[in-house]
Protein backbone atom coordinates (compact mmCIF):
# COMPACT_ATOMS: atom_id res chain seq x y z
CA UNK A 1 0.00 0.00 0.00
CA UNK A 2 3.05 2.16 1.04
CA UNK A 3 4.43 1.88 -2.36
CA UNK A 4 1.35 2.44 -4.17
CA UNK A 5 0.84 5.75 -2.68
CA UNK A 6 4.60 6.53 -3.41
CA UNK A 7 3.81 5.63 -7.00
CA UNK A 8 0.60 7.80 -7.17
CA UNK A 9 2.47 10.82 -6.04
CA UNK A 10 5.48 10.16 -7.80
CA UNK A 11 3.22 10.63 -11.05
CA UNK A 12 1.61 13.64 -9.72
CA UNK A 13 4.72 15.10 -9.04
CA UNK A 14 5.89 14.20 -12.73
CA UNK A 15 3.25 16.20 -13.99
CA UNK A 16 3.50 19.02 -11.93
CA UNK A 17 7.63 19.17 -12.59
CA UNK A 18 6.57 18.88 -16.79
CA UNK A 19 4.35 22.12 -16.11
CA UNK A 20 6.45 25.20 -16.47
CA UNK A 21 4.53 28.51 -16.28
CA UNK A 22 3.54 30.72 -18.97
CA UNK A 23 6.24 33.20 -18.27
CA UNK A 24 8.38 30.45 -19.25
CA UNK A 25 6.70 29.19 -22.13
CA UNK A 26 8.35 31.13 -25.70
CA UNK A 27 6.69 29.23 -28.23
CA UNK A 28 3.82 31.86 -28.24
CA UNK A 29 1.29 29.12 -29.43
CA UNK A 30 -1.06 26.58 -27.89
CA UNK A 31 0.24 26.76 -23.89
CA UNK A 32 -1.74 24.01 -22.96
CA UNK A 33 -1.24 21.41 -25.48
CA UNK A 34 2.66 21.13 -26.15
CA UNK A 35 3.61 22.52 -22.78
CA UNK A 36 4.24 19.06 -21.49
CA UNK A 37 6.62 18.10 -24.07
CA UNK A 38 7.97 21.82 -24.12
CA UNK A 39 8.91 21.12 -20.34
CA UNK A 40 10.48 17.51 -20.82
CA UNK A 41 12.99 19.26 -23.25
CA UNK A 42 13.70 22.14 -21.50
CA UNK A 43 14.32 19.89 -17.97
CA UNK A 44 16.04 17.22 -19.42
CA UNK A 45 18.71 19.31 -21.32
CA UNK A 46 19.22 21.43 -17.95
CA UNK A 47 19.73 17.94 -16.07
CA UNK A 48 22.13 16.86 -19.22
CA UNK A 49 24.10 20.11 -18.72
CA UNK A 50 24.42 19.42 -14.85
CA UNK A 51 25.49 15.67 -15.17
CA UNK A 52 28.54 17.58 -17.56
CA UNK A 53 29.32 20.08 -14.74
CA UNK A 54 29.26 16.76 -11.92
CA UNK A 55 26.96 18.33 -10.14
CA UNK A 56 26.08 16.55 -6.64
CA UNK A 57 22.81 14.95 -5.77
CA UNK A 58 21.92 16.45 -3.29
CA UNK A 59 21.34 19.95 -5.30
CA UNK A 60 20.09 18.36 -8.20
CA UNK A 61 16.93 16.67 -6.71
CA UNK A 62 16.48 20.43 -4.43
CA UNK A 63 16.40 22.43 -7.62
CA UNK A 64 13.65 19.74 -9.12
CA UNK A 65 12.02 20.07 -5.59
CA UNK A 66 12.07 23.89 -6.36
CA UNK A 67 11.01 23.56 -10.31
CA UNK A 68 7.55 21.76 -8.67
CA UNK A 69 7.08 24.05 -6.13
CA UNK A 70 7.67 26.71 -8.41
CA UNK A 71 4.84 25.27 -11.32
CA UNK A 72 2.97 24.93 -8.44
CA UNK A 73 2.76 28.59 -7.63
CA UNK A 74 2.15 29.90 -10.39
CA UNK A 75 -0.63 26.82 -11.45
CA UNK A 76 -2.33 28.54 -8.45
CA UNK A 77 -1.63 32.48 -9.38
CA UNK A 78 -2.72 31.99 -13.05
CA UNK A 79 -5.48 29.85 -11.80
CA UNK A 80 -4.29 27.15 -14.14
CA UNK A 81 -4.72 24.23 -11.72
CA UNK A 82 -7.75 23.63 -13.31
CA UNK A 83 -5.59 22.64 -16.44
CA UNK A 84 -4.20 20.10 -14.40
CA UNK A 85 -7.18 18.35 -13.46
CA UNK A 86 -8.83 18.45 -16.80
CA UNK A 87 -10.39 15.43 -18.74
CA UNK A 88 -7.32 14.80 -21.04
CA UNK A 89 -4.75 14.56 -18.00
CA UNK A 90 -6.57 12.61 -15.83
CA UNK A 91 -6.93 10.15 -18.69
CA UNK A 92 -3.39 10.42 -19.18
CA UNK A 93 -2.38 10.42 -15.30
CA UNK A 94 -4.68 7.00 -14.83
CA UNK A 95 -3.03 5.45 -17.87
CA UNK A 96 0.19 6.03 -16.49
CA UNK A 97 -0.64 5.36 -12.75
CA UNK A 98 -1.44 1.72 -13.95
CA UNK A 99 1.59 1.49 -16.37
CA UNK A 100 3.58 2.15 -13.35
CA UNK A 101 2.23 -0.01 -10.88
CA UNK A 102 2.41 -2.83 -13.60
CA UNK A 103 6.12 -1.93 -13.48
CA UNK A 104 6.50 -2.44 -9.70
CA UNK A 105 5.37 -5.95 -9.71
CA UNK A 106 7.65 -6.43 -13.22
CA UNK A 107 11.01 -5.25 -12.09
CA UNK A 108 13.13 -7.54 -14.07
CA UNK A 109 15.68 -5.84 -16.23
CA UNK A 110 16.69 -6.81 -19.72
CA UNK A 111 20.36 -8.07 -20.76
CA UNK A 112 21.48 -4.89 -21.85
CA UNK A 113 20.25 -3.10 -18.94
CA UNK A 114 21.86 -5.65 -16.33
CA UNK A 115 25.31 -5.59 -18.03
CA UNK A 116 25.39 -1.87 -19.03
CA UNK A 117 22.57 0.66 -18.44
CA UNK A 118 22.47 -0.33 -14.51
CA UNK A 119 26.03 0.63 -13.82
CA UNK A 120 25.49 3.90 -15.53
CA UNK A 121 22.65 4.26 -12.91
CA UNK A 122 24.44 3.27 -9.77
CA UNK A 123 27.65 5.58 -11.12
CA UNK A 124 25.83 8.38 -10.50
CA UNK A 125 23.93 7.32 -7.60
CA UNK A 126 27.30 6.84 -5.80
CA UNK A 127 27.94 10.58 -7.48
CA UNK A 128 31.39 9.00 -9.20
CA UNK A 129 30.65 11.21 -12.35
CA UNK A 130 31.06 11.11 -16.01
CA UNK A 131 34.51 10.53 -15.85
CA UNK A 132 33.81 6.68 -14.20
CA UNK A 133 32.37 5.44 -17.23
CA UNK A 134 35.19 5.00 -18.94
CA UNK A 135 35.93 2.17 -16.20
CA UNK A 136 33.00 0.60 -16.62
CA UNK A 137 31.55 -1.96 -19.24
CA UNK A 138 30.97 -0.47 -23.27
CA UNK A 139 32.59 3.12 -22.32
CA UNK A 140 31.48 4.36 -26.02
CA UNK A 141 27.74 4.58 -24.60
CA UNK A 142 26.03 7.10 -24.03
CA UNK A 143 24.92 7.84 -20.24
CA UNK A 144 21.66 10.39 -20.44
CA UNK A 145 19.07 7.30 -19.70
CA UNK A 146 20.84 6.11 -16.85
CA UNK A 147 21.44 9.50 -15.11
CA UNK A 148 17.63 10.42 -15.67
CA UNK A 149 16.29 7.34 -14.14
CA UNK A 150 18.76 7.86 -10.65
CA UNK A 151 17.22 11.27 -10.87
CA UNK A 152 13.99 10.62 -10.85
CA UNK A 153 14.74 7.54 -8.35
CA UNK A 154 16.04 9.95 -5.97
CA UNK A 155 13.62 12.28 -6.33
CA UNK A 156 11.02 9.81 -5.30
CA UNK A 157 9.98 9.48 -1.25
CA UNK A 158 11.09 5.95 -0.90
CA UNK A 159 14.23 6.27 -3.43
CA UNK A 160 13.40 2.72 -4.86
CA UNK A 161 15.43 1.75 -8.34
CA UNK A 162 12.13 1.15 -10.27
CA UNK A 163 10.68 4.55 -9.52
CA UNK A 164 13.21 6.28 -11.89
CA UNK A 165 11.60 3.99 -14.39
CA UNK A 166 8.46 5.62 -14.08
CA UNK A 167 9.75 8.63 -16.25
CA UNK A 168 9.87 6.26 -19.28
CA UNK A 169 6.71 5.48 -18.82
CA UNK A 170 5.57 9.13 -18.55
CA UNK A 171 7.09 10.33 -21.36
CA UNK A 172 6.54 7.21 -23.59
CA UNK A 173 2.75 8.09 -22.96
CA UNK A 174 3.13 12.04 -23.38
CA UNK A 175 4.80 10.97 -26.47
CA UNK A 176 2.09 8.79 -27.89
CA UNK A 177 -0.72 11.39 -26.18
CA UNK A 178 0.89 14.34 -28.67
CA UNK A 179 0.38 11.82 -31.85
CA UNK A 180 -3.02 11.32 -31.09
CA UNK A 181 -4.01 14.87 -30.97
CA UNK A 182 -2.68 15.85 -33.90
CA UNK A 183 -5.89 14.25 -35.43
CA UNK A 184 -8.26 16.57 -33.87
CA UNK A 185 -10.91 13.84 -33.62
CA UNK A 186 -13.02 14.11 -30.19
CA UNK A 187 -12.27 13.60 -26.76
CA UNK A 188 -13.88 9.98 -27.18
CA UNK A 189 -12.35 9.19 -30.30
CA UNK A 190 -8.88 10.39 -29.44
CA UNK A 191 -8.97 8.14 -25.79
CA UNK A 192 -9.72 5.40 -27.90
CA UNK A 193 -7.06 5.45 -30.63
CA UNK A 194 -4.91 6.26 -27.77
CA UNK A 195 -5.55 2.98 -25.51
CA UNK A 196 -5.35 1.30 -28.73
CA UNK A 197 -1.83 2.32 -28.95
CA UNK A 198 -0.58 1.45 -25.62
CA UNK A 199 -2.12 -2.16 -26.13
CA UNK A 200 -0.40 -2.76 -29.03
CA UNK A 201 2.82 -1.30 -28.32
CA UNK A 202 3.69 -1.62 -24.42
CA UNK A 203 5.53 -4.33 -23.46
CA UNK A 204 7.50 -5.05 -20.11
CA UNK A 205 10.69 -4.79 -22.39
CA UNK A 206 10.09 -1.30 -22.73
CA UNK A 207 10.33 -0.81 -19.16
CA UNK A 208 13.09 -3.30 -18.07
CA UNK A 209 15.84 -0.77 -18.32
CA UNK A 210 16.64 -0.50 -22.03
CA UNK A 211 16.39 3.25 -23.89
CA UNK A 212 14.23 2.38 -26.59
CA UNK A 213 11.68 4.03 -25.25
CA UNK A 214 13.55 7.22 -24.42
CA UNK A 215 14.75 7.60 -28.15
CA UNK A 216 11.29 6.24 -29.47
CA UNK A 217 9.64 9.15 -27.61
CA UNK A 218 12.30 11.82 -27.89
CA UNK A 219 11.98 11.01 -31.65
CA UNK A 220 8.69 11.70 -31.68
CA UNK A 221 8.92 15.30 -30.22
CA UNK A 222 11.51 16.04 -32.85
CA UNK A 223 9.34 15.01 -35.53
CA UNK A 224 6.74 17.11 -33.57
CA UNK A 225 8.83 20.22 -34.26
CA UNK A 226 10.36 19.62 -37.53
CA UNK A 227 6.83 18.87 -38.86
CA UNK A 228 5.94 22.33 -37.40
CA UNK A 229 8.65 23.20 -39.42
CA UNK A 230 7.62 22.62 -42.42
CA UNK A 231 4.22 23.69 -42.04
CA UNK A 232 4.33 26.79 -40.71
CA UNK A 233 7.34 29.50 -42.01
CA UNK A 234 10.49 28.62 -40.40
CA UNK A 235 10.14 29.58 -36.34
CA UNK A 236 13.16 29.92 -34.38
CA UNK A 237 11.76 28.98 -31.16
CA UNK A 238 10.49 25.56 -32.67
CA UNK A 239 13.86 25.42 -34.45
CA UNK A 240 15.80 25.67 -30.92
CA UNK A 241 13.44 23.27 -29.40
CA UNK A 242 14.56 21.00 -32.44
CA UNK A 243 18.02 21.24 -31.81
CA UNK A 244 17.44 20.75 -27.74
CA UNK A 245 15.93 17.37 -28.86
CA UNK A 246 18.49 16.44 -30.89
CA UNK A 247 21.13 16.71 -28.66
CA UNK A 248 19.69 14.83 -26.38
CA UNK A 249 18.96 12.07 -28.76
CA UNK A 250 23.02 12.36 -28.93
CA UNK A 251 23.50 11.22 -25.19
CA UNK A 252 21.07 8.83 -25.00
CA UNK A 253 22.81 5.95 -27.73
CA UNK A 254 24.71 6.25 -30.33
CA UNK A 255 22.51 4.88 -32.90
CA UNK A 256 20.00 7.34 -31.69
CA UNK A 257 22.61 10.03 -32.80
CA UNK A 258 22.17 8.49 -36.21
CA UNK A 259 18.71 8.48 -36.36
CA UNK A 260 18.46 12.08 -34.77
CA UNK A 261 20.67 13.22 -37.68
CA UNK A 262 18.08 11.62 -40.75
CA UNK A 263 15.30 13.84 -39.95
CA UNK A 264 17.60 17.40 -40.12
CA UNK A 265 19.56 16.47 -42.76
CA UNK A 266 16.56 15.71 -45.32
CA UNK A 267 15.22 18.78 -43.91
CA UNK A 268 17.73 20.34 -45.43
CA UNK A 269 16.04 19.21 -48.97
CA UNK A 270 13.04 21.24 -47.58
CA UNK A 271 14.00 24.71 -46.24
CA UNK A 272 14.84 27.97 -47.78
CA UNK A 273 18.17 28.64 -49.21
CA UNK A 274 19.01 30.93 -45.86
CA UNK A 275 17.75 28.55 -43.58
CA UNK A 276 20.37 25.61 -44.76
CA UNK A 277 23.83 27.09 -43.99
CA UNK A 278 21.60 27.65 -39.61
CA UNK A 279 20.90 23.87 -39.63
CA UNK A 280 24.03 22.64 -41.04
CA UNK A 281 25.96 24.94 -38.25
CA UNK A 282 23.55 23.87 -35.19
CA UNK A 283 23.92 20.42 -36.28
CA UNK A 284 27.40 19.87 -36.98
CA UNK A 285 28.38 22.10 -33.50
CA UNK A 286 26.81 19.72 -31.72
CA UNK A 287 28.30 16.15 -33.21
CA UNK A 288 31.89 18.05 -32.96
CA UNK A 289 30.64 19.18 -28.92
CA UNK A 290 29.45 15.46 -28.19
CA UNK A 291 33.30 14.20 -29.75
CA UNK A 292 35.21 17.18 -27.71
CA UNK A 293 33.26 16.05 -24.42
CA UNK A 294 33.45 12.23 -24.96
CA UNK A 295 37.14 12.80 -25.69
CA UNK A 296 37.26 15.06 -22.62
CA UNK A 297 35.77 12.43 -20.13
CA UNK A 298 38.01 9.86 -21.76
CA UNK A 299 35.23 8.25 -23.48
CA UNK A 300 35.49 5.76 -26.56
CA UNK A 301 33.93 7.71 -29.51
CA UNK A 302 32.58 4.48 -31.66
CA UNK A 303 29.47 3.58 -32.88
CA UNK A 304 29.43 0.18 -31.31
CA UNK A 305 32.97 -1.08 -29.45
CA UNK A 306 34.21 -4.37 -31.27
CA UNK A 307 31.74 -4.06 -34.26
CA UNK A 308 32.29 -1.92 -37.98
CA UNK A 309 36.09 -1.16 -36.07
CA UNK A 310 37.82 -2.95 -38.96
CA UNK A 311 36.20 -2.20 -42.08
CA UNK A 312 37.77 -1.57 -45.27
CA UNK A 313 37.05 -1.93 -48.91
CA UNK A 314 38.37 -5.25 -48.98
CA UNK A 315 36.02 -6.14 -46.05
CA UNK A 316 33.16 -4.83 -47.01
CA UNK A 317 33.12 -6.78 -50.08
CA UNK A 318 33.86 -9.69 -48.43
CA UNK A 319 30.55 -9.00 -46.36
CA UNK A 320 28.33 -8.74 -49.95
CA UNK A 321 26.53 -11.95 -50.47
CA UNK A 322 23.15 -12.92 -50.92
CA UNK A 323 22.97 -14.93 -47.73
CA UNK A 324 23.49 -11.98 -45.56
CA UNK A 325 20.82 -9.98 -47.90
CA UNK A 326 18.05 -12.79 -47.23
CA UNK A 327 19.30 -12.98 -43.49
CA UNK A 328 18.80 -9.48 -42.63
CA UNK A 329 15.26 -9.10 -44.60
CA UNK A 330 13.92 -12.18 -42.98
CA UNK A 331 14.95 -10.89 -39.18
CA UNK A 332 13.54 -7.62 -40.04
CA UNK A 333 10.45 -8.67 -41.16
CA UNK A 334 10.01 -10.98 -38.08
CA UNK A 335 10.76 -7.67 -36.02
CA UNK A 336 7.43 -6.18 -37.29
CA UNK A 337 5.81 -8.62 -35.95
CA UNK A 338 7.04 -7.73 -32.19
CA UNK A 339 6.02 -3.86 -33.76
CA UNK A 340 2.78 -3.90 -35.28
CA UNK A 341 2.94 0.28 -34.68
CA UNK A 342 5.55 -0.65 -37.94
CA UNK A 343 3.10 -2.76 -39.81
CA UNK A 344 0.35 0.20 -39.06
CA UNK A 345 3.39 3.07 -40.32
CA UNK A 346 3.82 1.23 -43.99
CA UNK A 347 0.15 0.18 -44.39
CA UNK A 348 -0.30 4.10 -44.12
CA UNK A 349 2.18 5.02 -46.65
CA UNK A 350 0.35 2.37 -49.05
CA UNK A 351 -2.94 3.86 -48.14
CA UNK A 352 -1.58 7.38 -48.97
CA UNK A 353 -0.71 6.38 -52.52
CA UNK A 354 -4.31 4.31 -52.91
CA UNK A 355 -6.31 7.24 -51.87
CA UNK A 356 -4.77 9.35 -53.72
CA UNK A 357 -4.23 11.99 -50.99
CA UNK A 358 -2.04 15.21 -52.30
CA UNK A 359 1.51 14.31 -51.18
CA UNK A 360 2.52 17.76 -50.11
CA UNK A 361 6.20 18.48 -48.86
CA UNK A 362 5.01 17.05 -44.69
CA UNK A 363 3.90 13.60 -46.85
CA UNK A 364 7.53 14.00 -49.12
CA UNK A 365 9.72 14.48 -46.04
CA UNK A 366 8.33 11.64 -43.77
CA UNK A 367 8.34 9.24 -46.75
CA UNK A 368 11.55 10.25 -47.60
CA UNK A 369 12.37 9.99 -43.82
CA UNK A 370 10.99 5.95 -43.48
CA UNK A 371 13.20 5.27 -46.20
CA UNK A 372 16.26 6.54 -44.81
CA UNK A 373 15.78 4.70 -41.38
CA UNK A 374 15.27 1.61 -43.01
CA UNK A 375 18.03 2.12 -45.32
CA UNK A 376 20.39 2.66 -42.15
CA UNK A 377 18.90 -0.27 -39.95
CA UNK A 378 19.18 -2.16 -43.03
CA UNK A 379 23.00 -1.37 -43.60
CA UNK A 380 24.01 -1.48 -40.03
CA UNK A 381 23.37 -5.01 -39.81
CA UNK A 382 24.60 -5.77 -43.16
CA UNK A 383 27.72 -4.50 -42.70
CA UNK A 384 27.99 -5.51 -39.16
CA UNK A 385 31.16 -7.89 -38.07
CA UNK A 386 29.48 -9.47 -35.16
CA UNK A 387 27.70 -12.58 -35.70
CA UNK A 388 25.02 -12.05 -37.61
CA UNK A 389 22.19 -14.04 -37.00
CA UNK A 390 22.95 -13.41 -33.39
CA UNK A 391 23.06 -9.76 -33.80
CA UNK A 392 19.62 -9.81 -35.61
CA UNK A 393 17.91 -11.72 -33.22
CA UNK A 394 18.57 -10.10 -29.97
CA UNK A 395 18.12 -6.43 -31.36
CA UNK A 396 16.13 -5.89 -34.62
CA UNK A 397 13.00 -5.47 -33.38
CA UNK A 398 13.96 -3.00 -30.78
CA UNK A 399 16.38 -0.95 -33.08
CA UNK A 400 13.02 -0.93 -35.64
CA UNK A 401 10.79 0.53 -32.76
CA UNK A 402 13.45 3.52 -31.64
CA UNK A 403 13.09 4.24 -35.53
CA UNK A 404 9.55 4.18 -35.45
CA UNK A 405 9.74 7.76 -33.35
CA UNK A 406 10.91 9.41 -36.60
CA UNK A 407 7.96 8.72 -38.93
CA UNK A 408 4.89 7.68 -37.18
CA UNK A 409 3.45 10.86 -37.26
CA UNK A 410 2.93 10.49 -40.47
CA UNK A 411 0.08 7.96 -39.54
CA UNK A 412 -1.69 10.38 -37.68
CA UNK A 413 -0.84 13.30 -40.19
CA UNK A 414 -2.68 11.32 -42.83
CA UNK A 415 -6.01 10.26 -40.81
CA UNK A 416 -6.44 13.65 -39.87
CA UNK A 417 -6.15 14.58 -43.68
CA UNK A 418 -7.95 11.37 -44.36
CA UNK A 419 -10.95 12.36 -42.25
CA UNK A 420 -11.16 16.07 -43.43
CA UNK A 421 -11.13 14.87 -46.81
CA UNK A 422 -14.32 12.76 -46.02
CA UNK A 423 -16.03 14.93 -44.46
CA UNK A 424 -16.00 17.11 -47.55
Not at 226 to 231: A, E, F, Q, S
Request: glycine share 2%; hydrophobic share 55%.
Amino acid sequence: MIETLNIFFHVIFLFILNLLPKKFYFLGFSYRENIQIFSNIIIISILLLFSLFNLKLFFIVNFIYFVVCLNLFFLLKDKEIKYFFNENNLVLFFVILILSIYLSVNLKLGWDAQNYWILRYLNFKNELGIENISNLTRPDYPFLGSYIWAIFSETSFLKFEYLGRIYFIYIFCIALKKLVDLTELNFNEKNLIFFFLIVISFNKNLINGYQEILVFSFLIFLSFYIYLLIKNKFNLNIFILSVLTINLLFWLKNEAMIFALILPFILLFFLPKKKILIVMICVFSLIITRYFLYKYFNLEVNLQSGNYDKLDIRSILDLIDFKRVYLVSKFLIFAHFKNLLSFISLFVILLIFINKIKIDKIYKFFILVTIANYLFIFSAYFFSTFPLEFHLKTSADRLLFQSLGSYLILSFIFLKDFLKKNEN
